[in-house]
């Protein structure tokens, strides 16, 4: 049982720079994998990144390779994105997740389906 909670979203320009965080319940923050996701109006849920429950393995999507980074610290019991070089199209309700089931290595990009526990959503939004 994981209880999730982001935060860090807000207005920014594009170019601009956000770093969202996602505290997490519990004692056994360190045995889950965890993963952002995102939601623009009128669309699915699109997947970000992922991170595996050690943080050796990384999954990002083409669309933020080279400008989002994915970081945890299970001491803490948070896994946070720093978004750099921000665009209009990143627009969106961005989520965090657990998954119960842990990577080892991220071969293939994780579907929404196999997320287990989720945040309610931060919004951030890039003017251009």
């Known amino acids: 049982q994981v209880q999730l909670v982001e935060s860090g979203g807000g207005l920014v320009q594009a170019g601009g720079s956000l770093r969202l965080s996602c505290a997490a319940s519990?004692?056994?923050?360190?045995?889950?994998?965890m993963g952002w996701f995102r939601q623009a109006p009128g669309k699915e849920r699109e997947f970000v990144v992922a991170?595996?429950?050690?943080?050796?393995?990384?999954y990002y999507a083409d669309s933020v390779k080279g400008r989002f980074t994915i970081s945890r610290d299970n001491t803490k019991n948070t896994v946070y994105l720093q978004m750099n070089s921000l665009k209009p199209e990143d627009t969106a309700v961005y989520y965090c997740?657990?998954?119960?089931?842990?990577?080892?290595?991220?071969?293939?990009?994780?579907?929404?389906?196999?997320?287990?526990?989720w945040g309610q959503g931060t919004q951030v939004t890039v003017s251009s």
């Open positions: 997740a657990a998954d119960a089931h842990r990577h080892t290595y991220y071969y293939t990009m994780p579907a929404v389906s196999e997320y287990d526990y």
């Open positions: 991170i595996n429950w050690s943080g050796a393995s990384t």
């Open positions: 519990g004692r056994t923050f360190g045995r889950y994998d």
